[in-house]
């Protein structure tokens, strides 16, 4: 799997991806929302829910500067008015050393790194790990 080739598709193919694979990468969720406004203009791209935690997943296909105000605001309003506690679930393909060790500050925050293979335009496999 290559960590460069998602320059070649959009942050929307790579949310379809993991939208319709959800339960390989995340077992025992269900689907709460995809594309959901949680309040104040925001949407998130996936919203999942298990027994224990309602979670928002916030997808980049690249290093985002924003992902750390995204991750504060997110929680702070989706926090309000859920029933369960929340946690925020960012996936990029790579991080600054910097945004990765402010959002592990963060005790909601789970950080997570993906790498893809891409076949004639369509991402055909995409590997998810803790970063």
């Given at each position: 799997?290559?960590?460069?080739?998602?320059?070649?598709v959009?942050?929307?193919?790579?949310?379809?991806?993991?939208?319709?694979?959800?339960?390989?990468?995340?077992?025992?969720?269900?689907?709460?929302?995809?594309?959901?406004?949680?309040?104040?203009?925001?949407?998130?791209?996936?919203?999942?829910?298990?027994?224990?935690?309602?979670?928002?997943?916030?997808?980049?296909?690249?290093?985002?500067?924003?992902?750390?105000?995204?991750?504060?605001?997110?929680?702070?309003?989706?926090?309000?008015?859920?029933?369960?506690?929340?946690?925020?679930?960012?996936?990029?393909p790579?991080?600054?050393?910097?945004?990765?060790?402010?959002?592990?500050?963060?005790?909601?925050?789970?950080?997570?790194?993906?790498?893809?293979?891409?076949?004639?335009?369509?991402?055909?496999?995409?590997?998810?790990?803790?970063?």
């Amino acid at each position: 799997l290559d960590s460069t080739e998602h320059n070649l598709v959009l942050e929307k193919d790579i949310e379809t991806f993991i939208y319709r694979n959800y339960q390989k990468y995340f077992p025992g969720t269900h689907i709460v929302g995809r594309q959901k406004e949680i309040g104040c203009g925001y949407l998130a791209d996936i919203i999942l829910s298990d027994e224990k935690f309602n979670y928002i997943l916030e997808i980049k296909n690249k290093k985002d500067d924003r992902l750390y105000w995204q991750a504060v605001n997110y929680y702070r309003i989706y926090s309000a008015h859920s029933a369960k506690p929340v946690k925020i679930i960012t996936i990029a393909p790579e991080y600054s050393e910097e945004m990765k060790s402010s959002l592990k500050t963060l005790k909601y925050v789970e950080v997570m790194q993906f790498s893809l293979r891409i076949e004639q335009g369509k991402i055909t496999e995409l590997r998810l790990e803790n970063a």
